[in-house]
């Protein structure tokens, strides 16, 4: 008897997905954790591994197509099996129908194979958030050059080498694998942690973090150390770099594109949060000389902090003090959470992706920095999980690395605001009748107006002003 394989849901609030690709074809003899297909999601590509052995039969759901989880998307079974039409026209109704008309996976599969139920890629469906490692602080690396990256492409993993490289923080990118069609298996990670022997917990998580190759690194002791790292990318670093060339103009075309997962989900966010949230906005200035000072303390401590990390820090302090801000607005009542997670905007290739930083009002800036380099990571190779991107109460947007001096952020569903964060700019101030050189920085609130009313906001935004402008306490 034929056995269907199901369009997997990854996260809780995906309804649709559609493949991206099919790595195998029909009359191909499958495997057990065999990758099949690779599956688009709003926030990443994630391959799907087959939990059965059998003979392809019949691909159902053609790369491209917007279909609810749970539909059937092939069919496997014996060698030489022929399926009837009335039993293809039952699987391709449940690509209509939605998940809940879609034939269970557990239907009694050919004599040969032993399936179990369908895991969605190379990660189970029962995916469990990675810790995140929490090493000693990233040293000071500002002037660290990042290795050359290997061609992009997809990258083949088992899932036991996954779970062995997230523990030991062996960057996969680098391994080259030995098992089938090149695919990086648990013995490949292995040969890693072995190769580059003895390394101290802080550098193995800047090496991670930074992409280098630990056998490449002479060490000075008995273990690497991030002072053997920085030699590496000393020895590495260009003389100069040159100025990087602006690209040519675009040839311009009249075309009509098809939007892509991630733009869909964008726009459909934009078009519910301008629908259904009537958002009002704030405005204050922050002197940013305190926040300097501190992050150049920090430098000099061997701490890497962003100034996003200590504003993720202050927003979070402030919602304990403002716990409307950690709500959300639903049709049964205002929601609180009891967790503070803070999203990030990250521009990646396509669009833009807000991965999650995890309890910001608990943890230090450099706690919080660990896990930022470790997500934006994720998210600009399009290695994202359901985990990572989803939980957050309030989210930042900053585009200070850019000649922005303010702008205004849409607040995300399901979120009770946003604050934009503008470039830290020299201006001439105005203090006890005196003009001075001064640091300045705009952060502009949108904040839902159901709940969260003029003056809350404005008292929100001056303690977070305030903890900026004393961030030695951060």
């Not at 000393?234 to 100025?243: H, L, R, S």
């Not at 040839?251 to 726009?267: G, Q, Y």
Request: charged share 20%.
């Amino acid at each position: 008897m034929p056995t269907k394989i199901l369009l997997p849901k990854f996260g809780q609030t995906v309804e649709t997905s559609e493949i991206n690709h099919w790595a195998v074809k029909e009359g191909d003899a499958i495997r057990k954790g065999q990758v099949v297909c690779e599956i688009a999601t709003d926030k990443s590509s994630l391959e799907v591994e087959s939990q059965y052995e059998g003979t392809l039969l019949k691909i159902l759901l053609a790369p491209g197509k917007q279909v609810p989880v749970g539909c059937v998307m092939a069919v496997l079974g014996a060698p030489g099996e022929t399926l009837s039409d009335a039993f293809v026209a039952e699987c391709l109704a449940s690509q209509a129908a939605g998940p809940a008309a879609a034939t269970p996976a557990e239907a009694t599969p050919a004599p040969a194979p032993k399936p179990a139920p369908v895991a969605p890629a190379a990660a189970p469906v029962s995916v469990a958030p990675a810790p995140t490692p929490k090493p000693a602080a990233a040293p000071k690396l500002e002037a660290v050059p990042k290795p050359a990256a290997k061609p992009a492409g997809r990258l083949f993993i088992s899932p036991r080498a996954k779970r062995l490289a997230e523990r030991r923080l062996v960057p996969v990118a680098l391994l080259t694998g030995s098992g089938e069609n090149g695919r990086i298996v648990e013995a490949d990670v292995q040969a890693y942690v072995d190769a580059a022997g003895a390394v101290t917990p802080a550098a193995r998580a800047v090496a991670y973090a930074r992409g280098f190759d630990l056998r490449q690194v002479k060490r000075i002791g008995e273990r690497i150390s991030v002072e053997d790292l920085v030699q590496l990318a000393v020895a590495a670093a260009p003389a100069k770099p040159k100025k990087a060339e602006k690209p040519p103009l675009a040839e311009l075309s009249a075309r009509t594109e098809k939007p892509s997962p991630m733009r869909r989900v964008i726009a459909a966010n934009m078009v519910q949060s301008a629908s259904t949230i009537p958002a009002f906005q704030l405005e204050v200035t922050v002197d940013a000389a305190s926040l300097i000072a501190r992050r150049e303390a920090d430098k000099a401590a061997g701490l890497k902090v962003s100034f996003g990390d200590y504003i993720a820090r202050a927003v979070a302090l402030a919602i304990r003090r403002f716990p409307a801000f950690a709500a959300t607005w639903t049709d049964g009542g205002i929601v609180y959470r009891d967790r503070i997670n803070i999203g990030f905007a990250v521009a990646v290739p396509g669009g833009l992706v807000v991965p999650v930083a995890r309890d910001c009002d608990l943890v230090s800036p450099a706690d919080i920095a660990t896990q930022s380099v470790a997500l934006v990571e994720k998210a600009r190779t399009g290695k994202l999980a359901p985990e990572d991107y989803t939980g957050a109460v309030f989210t930042l947007s900053n585009l200070g690395a850019m000649p922005v001096d303010r702008f205004v952020a849409i607040v995300p569903p399901g979120q009770s605001g946003i604050i934009a964060i503008g470039r830290i700019r020299d201006e001439v101030a105005v203090k006890s009748g005196g003009f001075f050189a001064a640091k300045l920085m705009s952060l502009t609130l949108s904040a839902d107006h159901r709940y969260i009313d003029g003056a809350d906001g404005a008292a929100f935004m001056k303690e977070v002003k305030e903890l900026l402008e004393d961030a030695a306490g951060l």
